[in-house]
Structures are given as structure tokens and as C-alpha cells.
């Protein structure tokens, strides 16, 4: 009878035990789908031949993948590269855990996602492994600030350099600029020369002032655009100066056959901003049209030069029916430093001057592209 009571009292102790117990398994797991529901980073678990078993929310959201799109797939599937993760899966069974500082994930739309990887070997109570634990902190953005920095450090150094550049030239340009004004002038007065010859030396006289005219504004906007200057405001008609612009890159276009088509909405259209900055621009957007038609190889090519008013804004689109821009390549084209060009023909500032200078007319560039059959830059800048 003693032993019949004390069994159930064992039985009873025993019970509440493994009650005891689930509550807190039940804790754990609560607590545990908590931090997956709840935590930024991607968390997963996997079993021992790397199938996954589960899987952040953050992960989820950063990868754009459901549990759902994952649930018995594969880990490393999920890398950029596949044996680096694998590597470093075999460390930490080794080792017990592994960490690397910098392991890149694809995404579903193919974007690469850069993690801070901590890995850590699970085993059972027998000390015989039964999968990997995967903590990893998102630092695609640490890694864009820490690029960033490099090449902010590399535009600074360009901007000393163009300090020291741009006094070299101006003085030579000074003496051309002296020459070429006394040319004009014997030109003027010297005897023995037809009316016609008298002014085609003029006007090439005159052509050479306007050029080292042009080359100290260039040298000015690359030491203003380093030293972050304010722009200079005034009056101007966009379609001289655009018609200027043209004419300084006509040398460009005596050896391929591509035609310039001004599309002006009115004869004159004036506008209240920065002539020198705008000039830059048009100088180097039709300058990469021309390059890219060249490229092409047609022998039909061509350049749409557009203008239209819209509202307080003045809307100015430059095509051509050169190479086009790559898709990939067409997200970067801003960037500094990239560029689609070949070694020694680009230097990727080109088109990110461009948009720094329109930004700080008040103005938006955008552009549209489609490989093999051309691009077209779209420019919104205030009319005043």
C-alpha cells in the first residue's frame, strides 16, 4: 500500500515536471518565434545538410523571399557565392562557429545584399551535430558609406589638382587669348588681301578668342564645381546659347555624317539661370551623343535638341540614335567615377557634374535608354 502511494506521488512529482517543462519549451519557442518575427537581421536555422527549418522576417524582407518560397531549400542557394558559404558552414562544425565580416546574399530581384555572417554549430545532448544557427547584420549600407568616403576623398584630391591645373592653363590661355585679338587686329588693317580672305582670317581670329573664352570658363566650372561655388544668375535665351553650344563642337562632327535637329518651340526663349553651368552641360551631353553615334557606326546618325515650356519650368531633351546605355548600366550612369566608355576615353564625372550642376540651378535630369538604339537625357530647369 506504501509503495502503491509513494509510486503515485512519484508519478504526480513527475508529471508536474514535464509539465514544468513543456510550459517552458512552450516559453522558448514563443520567445524564440519572436526574435525571427520581430528582429531586422537575417536569422535562420538550418539542419545538418544545410536545408533551411527557419527564417527571419528581416530576412524576409531583405531578400524579398517568403517562408513559404524557402521552407526546404537550401542555404547557400541563397549566396552570391555558394562555396564561400559553404566554406564557411564547415568551419564552423570545425570550430564550433565561424564569423565573416563581409558575405554577400542575392535577392530576388538579383540585388546583392552584404551581411556581417556569425555562424554557429548546433549539436544534441550526444554532442553530434544536427545543423547550423545563422545570425547575419545587414551592412550594405556601411559598405555604400565606406565607398562614398572613398570617393569623396578621391573628388577632394581632384579638386586640388584642379586648383593647381587650372592657373597652369589660364595663363597660356591669357597669351593665346592676347594673340589671337592682335591677330584680328593686322588682320584688319593689312594690305594686299581680298574682302574674302580678310574675313574668313577675322572670323578665325575672332573663333580662337572665343575658344580660350570657353576654356577658362571650363577651367572656372571644374574649380567651382570642386569648391561647391554658388552659380551666377542672369538673363540669357537657352536657344543661342544652345546654338552657341553646337557651334563649339562642329570640328566633332566634320568626319561623320550626323545631323543636328533643332526642335525650338519658339525663335527666342529667355531664361533666368546659370549660362555658364548650362553650357557645360549641353557641351557634355551632346558631345556623349556624338560619341555615341560614332560608336554605332551608322550612317544616318542623329541628335534631337528639343525645348518646351512647362509651366514655371523649361523642359530640354537631347536624343540620339548612337550605341544606347546598357539597362544595368543605366542605374549607375550617375555615379561618380562610372563610366560605360572604354579605359582612357571616360572619366565617369561627365554626367555626375552634370546633375550636380542642375541641382543647383533647381532643375532634375533624368535619362531613358534602349540598348542599340539610342538615349535620350530629359533636363527640367526653372525659367526663372
Known amino acids: 500500500m506504501e509503495s502503491t502511494d509513494s509510486l503515485q506521488n512519484q508519478l504526480k512529482k513527475v508529471s508536474r515536471e514535464l509539465f514544468s517543462n513543456k510550459i517552458q519549451l512552450h516559453q522558448t519557442t514563443v520567445f524564440l518565434q519572436s526574435i525571427l518575427q520581430n528582429s531586422n537581421d537575417l536569422i535562420f536555422a538550418t539542419d545538418v545538410d544545410g536545408i533551411l527549418m527557419s527564417f527571419s522576417k528581416g ?4 531578400l524579398g523571399y517568403t517562408w513559404e518560397e524557402l521552407a526546404g531549400s537550401f542555404i547557400k542557394d541563397l549566396a552570391a557565392d555558394p ?5 564557411l558552414v564547415k568551419v564552423s562544425r570545425e570550430e564550433g562557429s565561424a564569423v565573416r565580416l563581409e558575405l554577400p546574399f542575392r535577392g530576388k530581384d538579383g540585388q546583392t545584399i ?3 555572417v556569425s555562424l554557429i554549430n548546433l549539436t544534441n ?6 545543423g547550423t544557427v545563422g545570425i547575419c547584420r545587414d551592412i550594405t549600407l556601411w559598405k555604400k ?9 578621391r573628388l577632394a584630391e581632384i579638386g586640388r589638382i584642379a586648383s593647381g591645373v587650372a592657373h597652369e592653363i589660364n595663363n597660356p590661355l591669357a597669351i593665346i587669348s592676347e594673340i589671337s585679338g592682335w591677330a584680328g587686329v593686322v588682320v584688319s588693317d593689312a594690305k594686299g588681301l581680298s574682302q574674302e580672305d580678310r574675313e574668313e582670317l577675322e572670323t578665325a581670329a575672332r573663333r580662337i578668342g572665343e575658344q580660350t573664352d570657353r576654356c577658362k570658363a571650363i577651367t572656372h566650372q571644374l574649380l567651382g564645381f570642386a569648391r561647391g561655388s554658388a552659380p551666377a544668375i542672369i538673363s540669357f535665351d537657352i536657344h543661342a546659347m544652345i546654338k552657341k553650344t553646337i557651334g563649339f563642337l562642329e570640328p566633332q562632327l566634320k568626319f561623320k555624317p550626323i545631323d543636328i535637329v533643332l526642335n525650338f518651340e519658339d525663335e527666342a526663349l529667355p531664361i533666368k539661370s546659370d549660362p555658364k553651368m548650362l553650357e557645360q552641360v549641353f557641351v557634355n551631353l551632346i558631345t556623349n551623343a556624338i560619341y555615341a553615334v560614332k560608336e554605332k557606326g551608322t550612317d544616318q546618325g542623329r541628335i534631337d535638341l528639343k525645348t518646351s515650356r512647362a509651366g514655371p519650368n523649361m523642359e530640354i531633351m537631347i536624343s540620339d540614335n548612337g550605341t544606347g546605355i546598357p539597362e544595368e548600366a543605366q542605374k549607375k550612369i550617375f555615379d561618380l567615377f562610372y563610366t560605360t566608355k572604354p579605359s582612357g576615353k571616360g572619366t565617369g564625372l561627365g554626367i555626375p557634374i552634370c546633375r550636380n550642376i542642375i541641382k543647383k540651378l533647381g532643375g532634375e535630369i533624368s535619362v531613358e535608354s534602349q540598348e542599340g538604339r539610342g538615349t535620350t537625357f530629359n533636363i527640367s530647369i526653372p525659367v526663372s
Open 125 to 130: 545532448t550526444e554532442g553530434k551535430t544536427v
Open 59 to 62: 530576412g524576409e524582407k531583405a
Open 114 to 116: 552584404h551581411y556581417d
Open 83 to 87: 562555396l564561400e558559404l559553404e566554406k
Open 145 to 153: 558609406l565606406q565607398e562614398d568616403l572613398i570617393q569623396i576623398d
